[in-house]
Every structure is written in structure tokens, then in C-alpha cells.
């Protein structure tokens, strides 16, 4: 691949290359790059590494390329009710409008019909990984993870446990057939064929959240994961005020909601920790400790009206962050509008900070995210924070090619992006096309949709994007 990319370095910083040449193997690794190859170079750059036969797919004008985006944090079953439910705070948004919805998966033709359309729309915005809920349903989940599996997209699937505290013709009769269940699911997805070297799709624990699942379940689950270190647990933490309180009560022992997890053996390096908007300072500690990650998902705190996560307190401690869309908490699937409700959950916090803070010597905390650490957590933190950060999240020898092209010019039919590839700099110095690159990134991050991202790939394979379809 041969063209403008932008690749996130640090939470800080990313890189912009106008002419950046990537060597991507066939088992859809990457082999080597090169940055800043003039044109007039390319044959003589190809040919000092021995690929003089190669195929090279360059990026037109108004093209750039960028890591494909990480979802930390979905629930597939809640397509169907995207935008509905805001009049609701958790606990009533769970029994009014979602356990109705999860429980419909029990009929396995409406989950393929309904995974198959909503797997397609996430690859197509741009998430090439994603961690995925399904419903309580064993039989469902396997439907969800064979057409992730089929559709070539890099995921996370796991079955809610969920035993109490829920409705009775959505609930798990108990503690062992919950268990049952997840091991058959595990056990599913770990022989589907891999794609290639890699296994792109592998299970993931999913014990809903503490309040639907009895000490028993808990404990089991712990037992389960502490069998395979590797096997990702993810859940939600302390989202609500009226769940932190409840989870209290139903753990009078634990001495904090992240207590629980820690109590039961489900807090570890690759537990996927989705909201954390109240924790105490003893249970950031305790995450920090334990170096699990946290999925920020604004448009849901937002939404379901929870509040506002203090992200920027997470990332100066130290604690990998990603973000989620948290469909439908969250009313858009899309990874771009995580990205620009946590620019905005970042200001609302830092105008609300206490004017002393803005002075303070915190790296983050308190203050708007910069576009380069938005770009971060949309690729490389939520690799990190799903323990891909060796294959993913960005571009690197060994790593895997997951990838988009964005399209900006005006063919894309997006007039929020109008007027990008006008600018003088497109025929500039280097220097100028760089800054350059700074704009379309910005402009794609706040006013891009799917009409730009034009190729998605996943481990080198095209999988999604305009060009797909066509
Ligand atoms: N807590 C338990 N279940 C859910 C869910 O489906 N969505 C959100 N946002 N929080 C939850
Ligand atoms: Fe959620």
C-alpha cells in the first residue's frame, strides 16, 4: 500500500506520512514500512527490498489511511433499539426497554436475520475489532460469533451470564446451566477455522454485571477464567448511582463494586471494564493494580443519563483506556461518534473543574482531549485495552494489517468535508502536506461518516467500506 497514512505513536502523538509505503505479507501481516517515499523513489524503494513484482495498491489524491477502529464496548442484540429508551436511567432502561429486546434472541432465525445486517454496518463504519455482548442464548451467540467469523471481522463474543435480578422469561435458571453454557460457547468459537496463522474471532466471559449474577455464578466464572489466563472477561463497572448503590446491598462483603470483580477472580490484565464513571479512588487503585482496562463510552453516559467518566484522571494514572459505542446506551454504532462524545465529555469535565485545576500540572486530567489521544484511544488504547496491542491499533512491522482508507474528497457526497482537497498544500512541500493531513484527520474525526471510509480491512483482507459493496 502506498499513500498518506496516519499512525498513532503515543497517547500524544501520531505520525503523518504523505508518501508511506506499507509491505503487507499474505498471511496479512506487515512486513515493513516505509516512510516518506517520494514517488519518483517508489520503484527504486521497492526494489532495495527485493519486491520488484509486488502488487502495489496506491491511495489517490484525497485518500489517507488510518488504523481500523477498536469497539471495547457493544451489545449486538441492541441494534434494533438504537435511539430509543433515553427517557430512562440503567436500571428501568435495562427492564423497559432492553432485557424486552435480548429476550427475541431466544428465536434463532431473528438473531441471524438481525447479526447478520448489524455485523455488516459495524465493519462498514470502520470498527475492525469489536467486543461484542449477545444475549443470554447459547445458541444465538454462535450465530452472532459464525458471522462475525464469516464476515472476516476481528471480535471479542461472549453470552451474558445472568442468573437474578432479571426478568423471568429473560433470565438463566441457574448458576451451572450459565456455566454450561459460556463453556460451550467457548468452546465453539475456538473451532471455528482460523483465518489464516490468526484466530480473528475468540470468546470472551461476559458476566453481564454484578447485580445479575448470584456469588455462585461469579465464583464459577473465576474458577473458568483463572483455567486460561488468555480468555478476555468483560463487564460493566459502576455506571449508575442507583446500580452502584444496589450492587452494594447484594454485596455486603465486597468492599467496593470493583471489589466484587477482584473478590470472585474476575479482575486481571485482560478484563474489559465498560463505563467506570463513579469509581472511588481505592477501586481506580485497585484497577491500576490489577492493570484492567476501561471502556469509556460517552454517548451512553450521556444518554442514560449516568454521568460524565473522568477519563483524563484514568489516562494520568496510567490505566489503559478505550473507548465503546455501548449500543444502545449508545445511539450510534459508529466508532466516530464514541470519538466526538469524548471530546465533549472531556470539556464538559474540564468546565466543570475547579478553575485552580486548570492550572494544574495533570497530563489529562480536567482538560479537553487532544486529537491525537482521540485518535488513540479509538485504535491503539482499545487494543490495549483488549490485550491486542502487539497486533493491532497501529502500523508496525509484525503487526497485522487492520486498516481504513478514508476518503475526504467530494465524490465521498459528504458536504461536511467540503473544500479538503482544494487547499493550495495538496500540491505543497512536504512539510505542507503533512499539516495538511492534520486537517483531514480532524475533519474526518468530527464530520466523517461511512460515505468516506472507502476500504476496511482486517488482517489484510478487504472486508468492508464503499469499495466493498461496489
Ligand atoms: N449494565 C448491565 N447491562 C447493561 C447494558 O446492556 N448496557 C449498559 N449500558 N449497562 C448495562
Ligand atoms: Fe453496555
Given at each position: 500500500f502506498y499513500g498518506a497514512v496516519i499512525n498513532p505513536t503515543s497517547l500524544t502523538s501520531y505520525s503523518s506520512s504523505p508518501y508511506c509505503l506499507i509491505a503487507v505479507g499474505s498471511s496479512g501481516d506487515i512486513n515493513w514500512i516505509v516512510n516518506d517515499v517520494a514517488p519518483h523513489k517508489l520503484q527504486d524503494t521497492l526494489a532495495s527490498k527485493g519486491c520488484v513484482d509486488a502488487d502495489v495498491i496506491a491511495l489517490k489524491d484525497g485518500e489517507f489511511i488510518i488504523p481500523g477502529f477498536v469497539d471495547t464496548h457493544t451489545h449486538a442484540p441492541q441494534i434494533p433499539n438504537?435511539?430509543?429508551?433515553?427517557?430512562?436511567?440503567l436500571l428501568d432502561w435495562l427492564k423497559y426497554i432492553t432485557f424486552p429486546m435480548e429476550a427475541k434472541f431466544a428465536d434463532v432465525a431473528f438473531a441471524r436475520k438481525t447479526y447478520a445486517s448489524v455485523v455488516r454496518r459495524i465493519i462498514d463504519s470502520g470498527t475492525t475489532t469489536c467486543c461484542y455482548y449477545g444475549t443470554l442464548h447459547l445458541e444465538a451467540t454462535k450465530v452472532l460469533a459464525d458471522i462475525v467469523h464469516s464476515l472476516g471481522q476481528r471480535a471479542f463474543v461472549g453470552k451474558c451470564n445472568m442468573n437474578?435480578?432479571?426478568p423471568p422469561d429473560y433470565i438463566e435458571p441457574s448458576a451451572e446451566s450459565s456455566v454450561k453454557d459460556t463453556r460451550a460457547l467457548i468452546t465453539h468459537i475456538k473451532s471455528l477455522p482460523p483465518h489464516g496463522h490468526e484466530h480473528l474471532v475468540q470468546p470472551v466471559i461476559t458476566p453481564r454485571f454484578a447485580i445479575s449474577c448470584t456469588d455462585d455464578l461469579l465464583s464459577s466464572l473465576g474458577t473458568l477464567a483463572a483455567s486460561d489466563p488468555n480468555l478476555r472477561i468483560q463487564t460493566h463497572i459502576s455506571e449508575n448511582l442507583g446500580e452502584i448503590n444496589f450492587t452494594k446491598e447484594l454485596f455486603p462483603k465486597a468492599p467496593s463494586y470493583a471489589g466484587v470483580y477482584d473478590m470472585f477472580g474476575l479482575l486481571r490484565d485482560n478484563t474489559i471494564l465498560a463505563h467506570a464513571v463513579h469509581l472511588g479512588e481505592d477501586e481506580i487503585q485497585l484497577i491500576k493494580t490489577k492493570n484492567a482496562g476501561i471502556s469509556h463510552c460517552p454517548t451512553s453516559n450521556f444518554n442514560l443519563n449516568s454521568g460524565v467518566a473522568p477519563v483524563g484522571l484514568y489516562l494520568d494514572k496510567g490505566i489503559k483506556v478505550g473507548l465503546g459505542t455501548d449500543v444502545s446506551g449508545g445511539f450510534n454504532l459508529s466508532m466516530l461518534n464514541a470519538i466526538r462524545n469524548a471530546s465533549i465529555a472531556a470539556k464538559v469535565r474540564s468546565m466543570q473543574a475547579p478553575i485552580t485545576s486548570t492550572f494544574s500540572s495533570s497530563s489529562f486530567a480536567n482538560k479537553p482531549l487532544p486529537i491525537p489521544t482521540l485518535l488513540y484511544l479509538a485504535t491503539a488504547g482499545g487494543a490495549a485495552v483488549c490485550g491486542l496491542e502487539k497486533r493491532i491499533g497501529s502500523f508496525a512491522a509484525?503487526?497485522?494489517?487492520?486498516a481504513l482508507f478514508v476518503n475526504v474528497r467530494p465524490d465521498a457526497g459528504n458536504?461536511?468535508?467540503?473544500?479538503?482537497?482544494?487547499?493550495p498544500a495538496v500540491r505543497g512541500s512536504l512539510e505542507e502536506k503533512k499539516k495538511l493531513l492534520d486537517t483531514w484527520l480532524e475533519r474526518f474525526l468530527f464530520c466523517g461518516d461511512d460515505r468516506n471510509i472507502q476500504c476496511v480491512y482486517v488482517q489484510g483482507r478487504l472486508v468492508g467500506g464503499r469499495s466493498f459493496h461496489r
Open positions: 438504537l435511539g430509543t429508551g433515553g427517557q430512562y436511567q437474578r435480578e432479571c509484525e503487526k497485522s494489517f487492520d458536504i461536511g468535508l467540503l473544500g479538503l482537497t482544494d487547499s
